[in-house]
C-alpha cells in the first residue's frame, strides 16, 4: 500500500512540476511559435509613433542642486578656520593629548573600581573572621558538652554499680 501511494505522489509530483513548467513559459512560447508560422506575413503591430517629451534635466527640476560647489561653506566660523589651518604634527599632538587624556579617565576609572572591590572584599573578609569565630566558639562548647556527657556517664556507671552492690534489680 505505501509503495503505491509513494508512486501516486512521486506521479502527481512531476504532472505538477510539468505544469508549473507550462504556465510560467507557455506564453512566451506560444508568441514565439506564432511568429514563426506567420511565414513573412506582415505583423499585425504598428510601429510605435513616440512623441514624448525629453525628459526634464536636473537644471529645470532644482537650478540649485546642480551647484554643488559652495564656495562660503563654514567661512564665517573661527574654529573651523582655525581647525582646517592647523598642520598635521599640530593634529597628530592634538591626538596623542586626546588619547592621553581618555587614558587617565580610563586609569582613574579602573582605580576607582579597584578601590570598591577591595573595600567590598575587606568586608567579606570581616563577616568571614566574624562566622570563623563563631564556628570555634560553637565546637569548643561542644566540645566542653562532649566532656560533660561522658563524665556524666561515667558517674552514672559508679551510681547503678552501687546500687546493684545494694540489692538493686534495675529495671
Known sequence: ???RSGGCLRCCLVVFAVVSALCVSGPSLY???NKGLSFGAPSSC???VCDCPPPLSLLKIAPGLANLSVTDCGGNDPDLKEEMGKQTVDLLTDEMNLQETVGQE???HMNIT???ARRVASLYQ???D??????ETCEQARESAEALLTKEKKVTSLWEQ?????GWEGE
Open 1 to 3: 500500500m505505501s509503495r
Open 31 to 33: 508568441s514565439k511559435l
Open 46 to 48: 504598428s510601429p510605435c
Open 106 to 108: 580610563q586609569a582613574r
Open 114 to 116: 579597584l578601590a570598591e
Open 126 to 128: 570581616r563577616e568571614a
Open 130 to 135: 566574624k562566622c570563623i569565630a563563631a564556628t
Open 162 to 166: 552501687r546500687a546493684r552492690q545494694a
